[in-house]
């Protein structure tokens, strides 16, 4: 028995009532798939590689105009700053001054690692990645870059799904990767102080070990870094419990573009002097400054008996899962189900603990709430609960191409999305739905066998217009990255982005740091 906690206990309930009274879904099962479409269609320049078929971008010789044909969204030409300055051997020079020569990557092999997404949507052709070991280090490179006027990219574990976190043209890559040194626990307050570079896992099995538990729990722990977690704002699967990183963080350090270093790692709780300046860094995607260290304040060993996450996945997730993805099997008995609800709680006594999640269950059976359900035993069996939900988007690119929309809609309207979309695409797609149910943010994801430009005209820019129409998020997540940045008007209104870019000028005036994101570009570069 692990002292910590009581062992996690998880409650997956099976039902066409639960969620259905919602949703009132009336959908039939998943339609075949038929596509047809073509890649590649640019003339008068050369392709780059092409990984996959996730995506086709054309540039001229000079890396001066880039247009993306990204098939998960639509096409869109981004030019390169003109005010940008070209790297140049001198520059690399003094990089290796900096860092040593060990930390100043040109090698081809780790670059293009470096230059694509993890879903291989989204390639730039940097030619220099740095690896920075310390703030110190950060701080000089970012001052010389922006002394150079050259553009940057932060990078993380680079586990992101809208082009956030890689080049667009020739950025330098800044990995802060060999930052993963925790510096202190105080187990008295449970706050945790740690650098940018430490994966997410780690931080949790560490706090495990100490008898605490981490607010913070995503698809991609064993990849993912906390300085890009914050960066995004990343909501995860404990969202419902410990709500948003703005409330779990109570302090940053960050290196601005010009090199200055903000440090606002003060470890108390209440501080009502001035502004609160941590806040406009977290979510900001390294548009405003690079985050090198956080201190995060953690749950306690006596926790009260709470809900922890409150997921959900329709049938055709659950059939995507079990089709591609080996060893994973439903810890059900076979039958149609329309949903599935993963839960998770988080309590201080075990018996206590397994004692009121058998008696939920058995009271919402005998309701005919749901139609049957199975708590977690143990923790292995958990964790294979836990990879069905996980093991989506695995599954999905395993199906071939796939449209992801991350939303926050509210809860009554959330499945009605996924319901219209399967009306519009018909037999042409799959459409499947699923996401956290506890803060209302549905992943809308839509298979195809290859990218096709029919398809993607019937969804977009349907799926934004109609967020928009019910005041939801494009982005609840995820972050707007490149992928969404010129389409931030659907979730904000033009004084909102303008006051932003503002902010940008004002922190960025070169807009050197992680240029052509978050906001529009041709409205950054005026």
Known sequence: MEKWRSSQRILRNYTKTLISHRFNTNHNNSPNISSSGKQGFYTNSYDLRDYRGRSSTTVNQNCRNLQYRLFGSTTFEVQRNPSFATLNSEDVNRFKEMLGEKNVIEDEDRLATANIDWMRKYKGFSKLLL??????????ILKYCNSRCLAVVPQGGNT????????????????????????????VSGILVCEAGCILENLDSFLLNEGFIMPLDLGAKGSCQIGGNVSTNAGGLRYVRYGSLHGSILGLEVVQANGTVLDMLGTIRKDSTGYDLKQLFIGSEGSLGIITKKLLSESKRK????????????????????????????????????????????????????????????????????SDGVVAQDINQASSFWRIREGITEALMKAGAVYKYDLSLPVEKMYNLVEKMRIRLGQRAKVLGYGHLGDANLHLNISTPEYDDTVLAQIEPF????????????????????????????????????????????????????????????????
């Open 131 to 140: 690896q920075p070991k310390s703030t110190q280090e950060v701080s000089e």
């Open 303 to 370: 926790l009260g008996e709470v809900l922890s996450a409150f997921e959900f996945l329709d049938n055709q997730s659950m059939d995507m899962v079990l089709t591609y993805l080996d060893g994973v099997r439903n810890p059900l008995p076979p039958s149609v189900h329309n949903f599935y609800v993963l839960i998770e709680t988080t309590g201080s006594n075990e018996t206590h603990d397994k004692e009121k999640l058998e008696a939920f269950l058995l009271h919402s059976m005998e309701s005919g709430l749901i």
């Open 160 to 187: 992101g799904l809208v082009g956030g976190s890689v080049p667009v043209f020739d950025e330098v890559i800044i990995n802060i990767g060999s930052m993963n040194n925790i510096i202190s626990l105080d187990k």
């Open 463 to 526: 799926v934004y217009e109609w967020t928009s129409s019910h005041r939801g998020s494009i982005s609840a997540e995820h972050g707007l990255g490149l992928m969404k940045a010129n389409k931030i008007h659907y979730s904000k209104s033009p004084e909102t982005v303008e006051l932003m870019i503002s902010i940008k000028k004002l922190l960025d005036p070169n807009r050197i740091l992680n240029p052509y994101k978050v906001l529009p570009h041709s409205l950054v570069q005026e």
